[in-house]
């Protein structure tokens, strides 16, 4: 019996690695990788994070040894968080000169001035007794507008740490306005406002929650998105750009690429995507029990973030990453 043999045969393109390189759409760069950081008040060496194998709480000292070999190995940006000793209901430790996330921000750029992009979280709930992003009612609510007001002073004090960029992360509605306002009044134009513009209430933070010995009782449900919307990211996008954002995030990633593809489709700013503590635990745990191959994983990861639309991609995989394409290089 004569067969009809294929006219089109796409594997041409995929005989060879030559050719399969060749042809590649999407390419990973460290230099497009952000790895975020934890800086923990007290420490004299690092604190292993038990749901985050690999990953640390780290001492002041032990925090520029490390950011310092990340930015060697090529990582484009440090996104730095602050876990302190003491919290109380306003997050009073967050705009504190001697808090502990502002001593680290002025280490980091003494130590490293204009070689990275130096980041910090700007939000409240690290330093608050009830975990929460803002400042609470008398209801026990968020206070979206009081809230603020804390962001601004947040701002300001990050940014006379020496933060390039101010990542808020809090959901509130016109942070971004708030913020910009707040930095040009004070002379720091040239700071940026990473806007977390599609941060959604996830399941996939809960490894974070340890990593800044979270004290949150509730959830945060009324101002972080519904993960059963996909269009709301699109208007919290338009508001944030109104309002002056000079980056967008959306975050977590990987559950939300088709949220990270309709913003980078629509944004005319860079778009970042947030590889969360939960889908590193995820790849971790699999790989430490035989289940998959890590390496390949984490590659196969990134690039699905990168090929939705990330122009930029916070990872606890950076240095990793960076170690991973060093040796595709040489092969």
Request: aromatic residues 4%; hydrophobic residues 45%.
């Amino acid at each position: 019996m004569s067969r009809t043999l294929p006219q089109e045969r796409p594997r041409r393109l995929r005989s060879t690695p030559a050719i399969r390189r060749l042809v590649r759409q999407h390419r990973l760069s460290v230099a497009d990788l952000v790895l975020p950081m934890f800086v923990r008040e007290g420490l004299r060496e690092p604190h292993p994070i038990s749901a985050m194998p690999g990953v640390v709480q780290h001492s002041r000292d032990s925090l520029r040894v490390a950011a310092t070999e990340a930015v060697a190995a090529g990582v484009g940006g440090l996104m730095v968080f602050g876990v302190p000793e003491h919290r109380d209901a306003l997050g009073s430790g967050a705009t504190d000169a001697d808090g502990i996330l502002n001593v680290a921000l002025t280490d980091l750029r003494a130590e490293l001035g204009d070689d990275t992009v130096l980041m910090a979280d700007l939000c409240l709930d690290e330093f608050t007794d009830h975990g929460h992003c803002g400042v609470l009612d008398a209801a026990g609510r968020v206070d979206n507008d009081a809230t603020l007001e804390r962001y601004a002073q947040m701002a300001v004090a990050q940014a006379v740490a020496g933060a390039h960029v101010v990542g808020l992360s809090g959901m509130m509605d016109g942070q971004v306005k708030v913020v910009r306002e707040a930095l040009d009044e004070q002379g720091h134009q040239d700071v940026a406002v990473l806007a977390y513009t599609a941060k959604y209430a996830s399941a996939h933070y809960g490894p974070f929650r340890e990593a800044v010995g979270s004290t949150l009782r509730g959830d945060r449900s009324t101002y972080q998105q519904d993960p059963a919307n996909r269009t709301e990211a699109l208007r919290e996008l338009r508001l944030d750009l109104a309002e002056g954002a000079d980056l967008v995030m959306v975050k977590p990633a990987l559950p939300y690429l088709d949220v990270l593809s309709d913003v980078a489709a629509a944004s005319d700013v860079p778009v970042a995507a947030y590889q969360v503590s939960g889908e590193y635990a995820q790849i971790e745990a699999a790989a430490a029990r035989g289940w998959i191959d890590r390496d390949r994983a984490v590659t196969e990861t990134l690039t699905s973030i990168k090929r939705a639309g990330a122009d930029l991609v916070l990872t606890y995989y950076a240095v990793t990453m960076a170690g991973l394409l060093a040796k595709a290089d040489r092969s």
